[in-house]
């Protein structure tokens, strides 16, 4: 069983910068693949960016390459996302998600464990 909580999400003009960060309770973070997801209003559910469990690989959605970076500290048991350039439309809730796997995964139903979000606004 694998606890995620997420922080770091708040109010931030365009063009501004956040770190959300996820903290993973268990001592098997290691062999977890993690993700990250966003939901805004309306819409559905999707994917944002995903790291293998040894942090070698790298996944991003094509909204946000170049603008965000995925991370991991295995010895904190946290992952993290750096949110640089934010635009309106990024303005979402956004999810971590564990997987048991070594690769990331762009797919909602192979994460195994979600966390309860936490809200980034970006304003104009």
């Known amino acids: 069983q694998v606890q995620l909580v997420e922080s770091g999400g708040g109010l931030v003009q365009a063009g501004g910068s956040l770190r959300l960060s996820c903290a993973a309770s268990?001592?098997?973070?290691?062999?977890?693949?993690m993700g990250w997801f966003r939901q805004a209003p309306g819409k559905e559910r999707e994917f944002v960016a995903a790291?293998?469990?040894?942090?070698?690989?790298?996944y991003y959605a094509d909204s946000v390459k170049g603008r965000f970076t995925i991370s991991r500290d295995n010895a904190k048991n946290t992952v993290f996302v750096q949110m640089n350039s934010l635009k309106l439309e990024d303005t979402a809730v956004y999810y971590c998600?564990?997987?048991?796997?070594?690769?990331?995964?762009?797919?909602?139903?192979?994460?195994?464990?979600w966390g309860q979000g936490t809200q980034v606004t970006v304003s104009s």
């Open positions: 268990g001592r098997t973070f290691s062999r977890y693949a």
């Open positions: 790291i293998s469990w040894s942090g070698g690989r790298t």
């Open positions: 998600a564990a997987r048991w796997d070594y690769s990331g995964s762009y797919f909602e139903p192979t994460y195994d464990y």
